[in-house]
């Protein structure tokens, strides 16, 4: 059938029109991956499953925006020879084409899913290209698998006929209003495919990965069952793929470094609750208990409260993250996994199976929970805290109460973690609870009723700092009354540092140095010790404190672990962070760029690695192990102990 009218709008009809026959078409093809591939997938209920269709709309719209954008545009161009005969039959061309090869994308991955256990990415195309016969693969893969074949043409025949039903006639003059109308419209559309390219809009929401697939599984084998193909090589097009590592034999390696974990003691299990607490940009700078030493013992800092804490808390004298990002954060601080090149969670490795300080605790009894105020979709940490294990996620959603909300980020922390104390009195102990807050974040603003009451500093982020550490205050002297409190092992942290200001941080390791408190009311756990800890370490030492009595996955090491061979590590771009006792060697990933010894030389001005070969090499032998462990282990998915 034809449409016509008087306004030149059926254009844009007929285009959502076929749209949502690729929808449809998508649709069919995530039940036939699911159906070839049913013994893969154990224990998923047709409830589990419809929810999982659910979501699939979401990579479904994002994948077929980036497909069809030429498409999309040509259609948009608001002038008449969109109209025309020949331009629609060239349009008709590429969008069966180019959808086609959507569809046959899809298609691979209903026989080629049971070899990799993971949806096609764009590695796909460097695992081949050194194969000297690939004709004759593409050909081998042809004749074993012809029903594909026979699935394609039915897929192509069935939205050539779908396309055909609809067509578009122009009866309408261009006059300047119809102009003006369609140039609205182009622009509408464009924004409507930015925010379907992105998955969802707003200020926290990231462009969506193969890693948001999450939010609607239970365990990470299964996000292939919500992703498509096409989306899966679109979003990692880009990302960087790991390189597997051979240093050292299998033995030797894991003499140097081991990330398997093992019971350290056989004492008994202590069930203590456990609560996380990430802050937002809080830099070790602006603490200043931690900072004694600056301006002559003249430094205050901007954490009156924090402060406080520090001198009822067990802490470090060197603490660090392993990343500069809010992303980075979580994987390290909840599964021990530093990002290296790129965020973890971004990365092709995501849908690794993963083990998570929450997951372990929780085959413990734990009732586990995180609380974040923004949107729940924002960062993406609905999706990585469910993965992790984390059975309930209170966000700005669950959050009832109206006006409390920045306008930018979500609910201010203050209120937020007066809500929160009541939330976590409501869960069954022991429990394992992790805060993330918001309200230090740029454009770093403060409820209005708070301008001018805290020091301003001259850093923007001081300011709010002021504000998040009284809501720290208010919230341990609520929490202090509930009586889950006494039995609870606190640990605070940052997600990352922010911009600095004295020159003892405006180097690399003060761009990474944060403070890691651990705190049990009651004074057993306070002093300060001369050594380094990161991010990663905090899982592997809050479970050897509780005697987990069993082995476990994580990088990090156990920070009230004696020995002194532990090292720390951040990546920036490609190169390497890497801290071992007092020195700090500096590696591009492929060679030593240069060596400081941080305890003689603060400020990092003094390049000693021509001068102390040697401890160069020792260091980048740890330097080495690493990499092996975490390169091939990223590769081989085995970042569990089983």
């Not at 993971?118 to 593409?138: C, D, I, P």
């Not at 599984?217 to 590592?245: C, E, G, H, W």
């Not at 607490?277 to 003249?298: F, M």
């Not at 909300?405 to 939330?423: H, K, L, R, V």
Request: hydrophobic share 40%.
């Amino acid at each position: 059938m034809k449409i016509k009218d008087t306004t030149g709008l059926n254009l844009y009809l007929v285009l959502a029109y076929r749209f949502l026959i690729l929808l449809f078409l998508y649709t069919l093809c995530r039940i036939g991956f699911y159906l070839f591939n049913q013994g893969l997938f154990q224990n998923i209920t047709f409830p589990k499953y419809l929810y999982m269709l659910w979501g699939g709309l979401k990579f479904d719209v994002s994948a077929l925006i980036y497909i069809n954008a030429i498409y999309i545009l040509l259609h948009l161009i608001p002038f008449p020879f969109r109209y025309r005969e020949g331009f629609q039959k060239f349009c008709k061309w590429l969008f069966l084409i180019t959808n086609s090869l959507g569809i046959i994308a899809n298609l691979i991955d209903f026989v080629y899913y049971k070899f990799t256990l993971k949806r096609t990415t764009a590695t796909v195309f460097g695992q081949f290209s050194n194969e000297q016969n690939k004709f004759k693969l593409f050909v081998d893969f042809l004749k074993d698998y012809w029903y594909l074949l026979l699935l394609l043409a039915v897929f192509i025949w069935a939205f050539h006929k779908l396309y055909q039903l609809v067509k578009v006639k122009n009866t309408v003059k261009f006059t300047w209003p119809v102009y003006l109308l369609h140039t609205v419209l182009l622009f509408a559309i464009t924004l409507m495919c930015i925010t379907g390219v992105r998955g969802g809009w707003g200020f926290g929401t990231r462009p969506i990965t193969l890693s948001n697939a999450g939010e609607f599984v239970d365990t990470p084998d299964q996000m292939s069952l919500v992703l498509n193909t096409p989306f899966a090589i679109i979003r990692t097009l880009r990302v960087s793929k790991l390189k597997p590592v051979n240093y050292y034999d299998e033995k030797t390696l894991n003499s140097i470094y081991n990330p398997i974990h093992q019971p350290a003691d056989t004492a008994a299990f202590k069930k203590l609750n456990v609560v996380f607490l990430i802050i937002e940009s809080l830099g070790k700078e602006h603490v200043g208990s931690l900072n004694k030493d600056l301006l002559g013992g003249k430094y205050k800092g901007y954490t009156p409260f924090l402060d406080s804490l520090v001198g009822e808390s067990y802490t470090f004298t060197h603490t660090y993250a392993n990343g500069r990002k809010s992303i980075d954060a979580l994987p390290s601080v909840i599964t021990g996994i530093p990002s290296i090149n790129e965020p973890f969670v971004l990365s092709i490795y995501s849908g690794n199976k993963t083990t998570s300080i929450a997951q372990l605790l929780g085959e413990k009894g734990y009732e586990t929970a995180f609380f974040h105020g923004a949107p729940n979709g924002s960062m993406g940490f609905s999706s990585y805290t469910h993965l992790a294990g984390i059975k309930k996620y209170f966000g700005q959603n669950e959050y009832q109460k109206k006006g409390d909300s920045d306008g930018t980020w979500g609910i201010w922390d203050d209120p937020y973690m007066q809500y929160m104390a009541d939330e976590i009195n409501t869960l069954k102990q022991p429990f394992f609870a992790s805060f993330f807050s918001l309200s230090s974040h740029h454009p770093f603003r403060l409820p209005d009723e708070y301008v001018g009451k805290f020091p301003k500093g001259p850093l923007p982020v001081q300011e709010p700092l002021g504000y998040t550490d009284m809501a720290l205050r208010n919230f341990f002297r609520k929490a202090a009354k509930m009586p889950w409190y006494k039995n609870t092992l606190f640990v605070l942290c940052a997600d990352h540092a922010t911009v600095s200001y004295l020159p003892e941080y405006q180097n690399s390791p003060g761009y990474f140095s944060i403070p890691i408190l651990f705190y049990r009311p009651g004074g057993e756990l306070k002093g300060k010790e001369d050594k380094l800890v990161q991010q990663i370490d905090i899982m592997p030492t809050v479970l050897n404190y509780l005697h987990y009595d069993k082995p476990y996955f994580s990088f990090g090491f156990d920070a009230f672990d004696k020995k002194t061979d532990n090292f720390v590590l951040n990546n920036n771009d490609g190169s390497f962070n890497f801290y071992m006792g007092d020195y700090y060697l500096v590696n591009d990933g492929k060679d030593n760029q240069a060596l400081y010894n941080l305890k003689t030389d603060r400020l990092v001005q003094h390049n000693i690695l021509k001068q102390e070969p040697l401890i160069a090499e020792k260091l980048e032998k740890s330097l080495k192990a690493f990499r092996q462990q975490y390169n091939n282990r990223m590769i081989e998915n085995k970042l569990t102990f089983k």
